[in-house]
């Protein structure tokens, strides 16, 4: 079956970095659109950043110029490396992949910045 596994979070000051990890498995990892989500406490959950089998990226406005996505076909892990974190970056983090449809999701990471 699907598994995604998020890992990387914790706590950091404002300004501060910290790289997120999602291991997958049970899936053929290399044609798979990868995604980060996030959801802040009493907001919806919110695409983060993408990115295709071809590497083609999308970010979400707020996160742009600061975060980094990547993948590593070879280890089945999609990166998010998060830069100049802001308060407003406070949130558990998805890592989410579609397979026939069907959308999956890790568990979450939380990832708290404090000012």
């Known amino acids: 079956q699907v598994q995604l596994v998020e890992s990387g979070g914790g706590l950091v000051q404002a300004g501060g970095s910290l790289r997120l990890s999602c291991a997958a498995s049970?899936?053929?990892?290399?044609?798979?659109?990868m995604g980060w989500y996030r959801q802040a406490p009493g907001k919806q959950r919110e695409l983060v950043a993408v990115?295709?089998?071809?590497?083609?990226?999308n970010y979400s406005d707020s996160v742009k110029g600061r975060f980094t996505i990547s993948r590593d076909n070879a280890k089945n892990t999609v990166y998010l490396q998060m830069n100049s974190l802001k308060p407003e970056d406070t949130a558990v983090y998805y890592c989410?992949?579609?397979?026939?449809?069907?959308?999956?999701w890790g568990r979450g990471t939380q990832v708290t910045v404090s000012s």
């Open positions: 989410n992949t579609r397979v026939f449809g069907g959308d999956y």
């Open positions: 049970g899936i053929i990892f290399r044609i798979n659109t």
């Open positions: 990115i295709s089998s071809g590497d083609n990226i």
